[in-house]
């Protein structure tokens, strides 16, 4: 993909973030104009929509009559753990995932997290709040099958495209070996157990 394409695609991440930090409280403006060098335009992107939803989501349940782009540094600050929580739960009510619950909370502390260093909060509500567990997947291994077809498109360049041939042809034996484990994300341990010759 070309510098362009990069280029195009983080031009729009930031017109997703400036729009949504016209209807955001001041502060998000600043904490956006803060992280902008140290966080991707994507992630950036996306804690705006994620903060734009919680933010939404405090004008609507909590006791503030004005819209959250009127919130100030003491509204903002007196948004509790209890808070926080009541919102994580209104996203599991409404079908949110584990994972998307987490991202949430982790958009939310980042907030609080960074004005809290910069001395303009004096705490971070989410830090009190229990989030869901991450669930491991579990690990899976080849079996004595996986790992002889495995070598033979290895060692005889079975199963490959006719393109993926001619690249093999270029490199020598353990060099595939070694690049065809990395792209499988293949633990130490199995690497140990192919017993394979580099």
């Not at 690049?179 to 499988?184: A, E, I, Q, V, W």
Request: net charge neutral; hydrophobic share 35%.
């Amino acid at each position: 993909m070309s510098k362009e394409y990069f280029k195009q695609r983080d031009k729009k991440n930031m017109n997703v973030v400036d729009e949504h930090c016209s209807t955001l409280p001041q502060l998000c403006t600043e904490y956006f104009d803060d992280i902008s060098l140290a966080r991707a335009a994507s992630t950036m992107a996306n804690y705006a929509r994620q903060l734009s939803i919680f933010f939404n989501w405090v004008v609507d349940n909590l006791e503030f009559d004005k819209p959250s782009k009127d919130l100030t540094a003491d509204d903002i600050a007196s948004i509790t753990t209890d808070d926080i929580t009541s919102f994580l739960h209104s996203l599991k009510f409404a079908g949110n995932s584990d994972e998307t619950i987490r991202a949430y909370a982790r958009a939310v502390s980042a907030f609080y997290s960074h004005f809290v260093r910069k001395n303009k909060l004096k705490a971070n509500p989410v830090d009190g709040v229990l989030r869901p567990k991450h669930k491991k997947s579990p690990k899976i291994y080849l079996d004595d099958t996986d790992n002889s077809q495995f070598l033979d498109s290895v060692t005889n360049k079975t199963g490959l495209t006719d393109r993926q041939v001619v690249y093999n042809n270029t490199i020598n034996a353990g060099l595939r070996t070694v690049l065809l484990l990395n792209y499988c994300v293949t633990q130490e341990s199995e690497y140990q157990s192919l017993s394979v010759l580099i």
